[in-house]
């Protein structure tokens, strides 16, 4: 269940884990609440943002790395990992304009999920918990990098047009969560 790489870094050995689905989300706070629910009962981390505003699950990755990699180098911005993943995916230092970038809103209606475990089992049956408890129809296509994400990619992460003649939307993207590690 879901796609699942392991990570090494200063933060040790970690599990990261995505997947994407479908619903339409109503209640946000609600959303959130079984979320917490779910990474509770198998002792994860997770967080769920709007995937219309990811760049592929390398995006999601990328951001998870340098999330963890922030927090044991005490370079974080949040004092929670969830919170400071949803800075990291938007490449803000601010976290009410990270969730106004990346966050899910009343409406959003494809999701993508990250989640941070120790072990494969663990993050998958995590991912699993979530896709029930959510009531999310599993669909991995919402996470891929898509032509018709291109102009919401560029909106929300300020991309001109001179930066999309010299490099692809998804590599920008990527630039951005990286350069926010430099901004301290």
Known sequence: MGITFELRGPFGRRVVGVAGGRARV?????????????????GTTSQVFD??????????VHAARLALTAQATKRNFASS????LICW??????IARAFEKVGLHVGSEALAVLVIGGTRPQVKKTLAGILHELNLKRDDG????????VSQLRRVFSI?????KIAPTQKLVLE???LLALEK
Request: hydrophobic share 40%.
């Open 51 to 60: 995937a219309s505003r990811v760049a592929g699950p390398e995006h999601l």
């Open 160 to 164: 001109s047009g001179d930066e999309s």
């Open 81 to 84: 990992l969830n919170i400071e």
């Open 142 to 149: 919402v996470l891929e990098f898509r032509r018709e994400k």
């Open 26 to 42: 109503g209640d946000v706070d609600e959303l959130l609440k079984k979320l917490a629910a779910v990474d509770e009962r198998y």
């Open 89 to 94: 995916v938007a490449a803000e230092r601010q």
């Open 176 to 178: 951005r969560v990286a």
